[in-house]
């Protein structure tokens, strides 16, 4: 499923939001730039190794990304969720739930593959942490999403807390069934796992002076 926009407008002009696409664009471009060798000690000086402990790994991790469809995949999400969070939040504390989430993200992974030696890197822990908080604030809004029937693209009307809650059970299933299991890297399942929870804790605690905004449900919904 992918999602192609919400329901919800925003009442603020996104700038954490557009400033840390493109923040994650330009480090990605800075990566292309580079010749492997260059680029395989680029993330292994700044990627997130379970084995090997760095506190400020948890943080430069989340701005690395290993390919277009990862860097693609997670700026496009941050875009459609993240500016609503950041108008619920205001700024400055949308900033800090991002990447208290995004550092969660990287404990949790780390608790899960203490013994790894593969460096780990993308937003998308801190994203999950956003999906979250959207959850949390808008769960009636609408999700025009996205489903590849065959060679048929199909576009459904989704709420938000179906949307969110199926895409959380794929991660945790998903995770469930990488425990043991022999990996020589892939997707960080339980980064948003740890990301999603954190989300959830966190959100009540930033929300208790938050802004107020009243949300949209629009009886019909059509995607562009």
Not at 114 to 131: E, H, K, Y
Request: glycine residues 8%; aromatic residues 16%.
């Amino acid at each position: 499923m992918i999602p192609l926009r919400d329901s919800q407008p925003s009442y603020s002009k996104p700038l954490v939001t557009v400033s840390l696409i493109a923040v994650n664009v330009l480090i990605f471009l800075y990566q292309l730039s580079l010749d492997s060798f260059s680029l395989n000690h680029f993330i292994a000086s700044f990627g997130l190794i379970p084995s090997r402990v760095r506190p400020e790994a948890l943080v430069t991790s989340m701005f690395l990304h290993g390919g277009w469809m990862h860097v693609i995949g997670n700026m496009w999400f941050l875009w459609i969720y993240g500016d609503n969070v950041e108008d619920t939040l205001g700024h400055a504390k949308y900033l800090l739930f991002y990447l208290l989430c995004g550092v969660a993200a990287g404990l949790v992974h780390m608790v899960f593959n203490a013994d790894s030696r593969i460096p780990t890197i993308g937003a998308s822990g801190a994203i999950a942490g956003v999906l979250a908080a959207y959850l949390v604030f808008f769960p009636r809004a609408r999700v025009v999403t996205l489903v590849p029937l065959f060679i048929l693209p199909w576009f459904i009307n989704i709420p938000a807390l179906v949307f969110i809650v199926i895409w959380f059970l794929l991660q945790f299933f998903s995770g469930v069934a990488a425990l043991g299991a022999a990996t020589s890297g892939g997707v960080a399942y339980w980064a948003h796992v740890g990301g999603f929870i954190c989300g959830l804790l966190l959100v009540w605690f930033f929300a208790g002076r938050s802004r107020n905004r009243p949300q949209s449900y629009p009886d019909e919904y059509h995607p562009w």
